[in-house]
């Protein structure tokens, strides 16, 4: 009988990664940290959320440095840039909230304090939000709850949608924008499809990946015994079939299933470069002088055309932006489900056509997620923040 396979599997994508941030120290941060720090936030902040959010834990521990000498300004600003990131961190959300209240913002902090008030098991932490709650005067929370969207239906936006994207999404990214941004929507059907300008395939790129850290995480001798198990060469691994079942063979006999392959593997397939959709929007619409932008969806995954970037939910620029349902609805039988995911990216894309700020606020519909578990999570509605930040924008618009 032949030997078991004995590789170590190296499959990407299969753990979580958990990330721990830092807490406060009673001793004060040297100089040469708070600017190492400051440094790296720098960089952070060029990068796409997607890439940023590897490192969020930057963020926060510049906010513990800042805290630690007594700069809360700094601390705050640091921290909410973090929590445009990582709004689910709810140590990092109460400080923020202790901020604004003691700065009398407390439009700010009272969707901070609720969302904290609501999801949060940490009886201190919950403990610190309801005196902070407490503090805030009820006319202010009167005001949050009746906060509503001043209509600007005279200003238009444009969705334009690629072929294949179903009905149902159509209807509900649509008339749930019109409903809670307060505009009339216009809608285009494009004729076109998707540019494969930059197009990837990321299974293959999967396949390779895995195999190149198989082969580096491995022993010669392990390698070779377990291609000669399987009744390959090693030049054979150049061709992408005898490289599937090399990857899938090591897969299968490390003890995970049939079923589970085929989950991995669905979660890889031709992305389309999300910038080249953008240029192809700009190229095939035009707009009147009270269109406020152009939101294009799409039904095929999305990339930022960096190779370092695994997927994006959508990508703005300027005035326009392209999103993709693809990870929505992909194995999802609950349409219900996936429209409520749909609806709250169409509801952050909008905020980026017409300019309102990103948000920090857990459990808004615009709060950035790095996942499906993070998107499922939040409300399908907008916060008292980003209400706000609509209706100064309408009112500069008047």
Do not use: H
Not at 11 to 21: D, E, H, K, P
Not at 252 to 279: C, P
């Amino acid at each position: 009988m032949k030997n078991k396979i004995t590789l170590i599997v190296l499959i990407a994508g299969l753990g979580a990664s958990l990330l721990f941030f830092g807490c406060s120290s009673t001793k004060a941060a040297s100089d040469e940290a708070v600017a190492a720090l400051e440094q790296r936030v720098s960089e952070l902040d060029k990068t796409f959320n997607v890439d940023a959010r590897k490192y969020v834990s930057v963020y926060f521990e510049l906010s513990d440095a800042y805290k630690s000498r007594g700069e809360d300004n700094k601390a705050y600003e640091a921290a909410t840039k973090g929590l445009r990131l990582d709004s689910l961190n709810m140590d990092m959300q109460c400080r923020a909230a202790e901020y604004e209240v003691a700065n009398a913002n407390y439009d700010l902090a009272y969707p901070r304090l609720a969302a904290i008030l609501e999801k949060s098991d940490d009886k201190k932490l919950v403990a610190l939000a309801q005196s902070l709650m407490d503090k805030i005067p009820q006319s202010y929370k009167d005001a949050a709850v009746n906060l509503f969207v001043t209509p600007m239906y005279e200003k238009t936006l444009l969705v334009v949608f690629f072929p294949g994207v179903e009905d149902v999404y159509k209807t509900a990214i649509t008339q749930r924008i019109q409903q809670e941004y307060k505009l009339t929507v216009i809608t285009q059907e494009l004729d076109i499809e998707e540019s494969k300008k930059n197009i990837r395939d990321s299974y293959s790129d999967f396949l390779s990946e895995t195999l190149e850290n198989l082969i580096l995480g491995n022993s010669p001798e392990a390698l070779a015994n377990t291609l000669a198990y399987l009744g390959i060469a090693f030049d054979d691994l150049e061709d992408n079939e005898t490289k599937e079942f090399f990857v899938k063979n090591v897969f299968l006999n490390s003890g995970y299933t049939e079923a589970d392959w085929e989950q991995l593997k669905a979660q890889y397939e031709m992305q389309y470069d999300a910038n080249e959709l953008i240029v192809q929007v700009l190229d095939n619409c035009t707009t009147e002088s009270d269109c406020l932008g152009i939101l294009a969806v799409t039904g095929k995954d999305i990339y930022s055309g960096s190779p370092n970037n695994n997927f994006l939910f959508g990508l703005s620029s300027e005035n326009v932006s392209v999103m993709s349902v693809n990870r929505f609805i992909k194995g999802e039988t609950d349409k219900v489900l996936a429209a409520k995911r749909a609806i709250m990216q169409a509801f952050s894309s909008t905020g980026y056509i017409i300019g309102i700020p990103r948000c920090s606020t857990p459990l808004c519909a615009r709060a950035y997620p790095n996942s499906l578990d993070e998107q499922d999570m939040k409300n399908d509605v907008l916060c008292p923040s980003c209400v706000q930040s609509i209706n100064e924008v309408y009112a500069s618009l008047k």
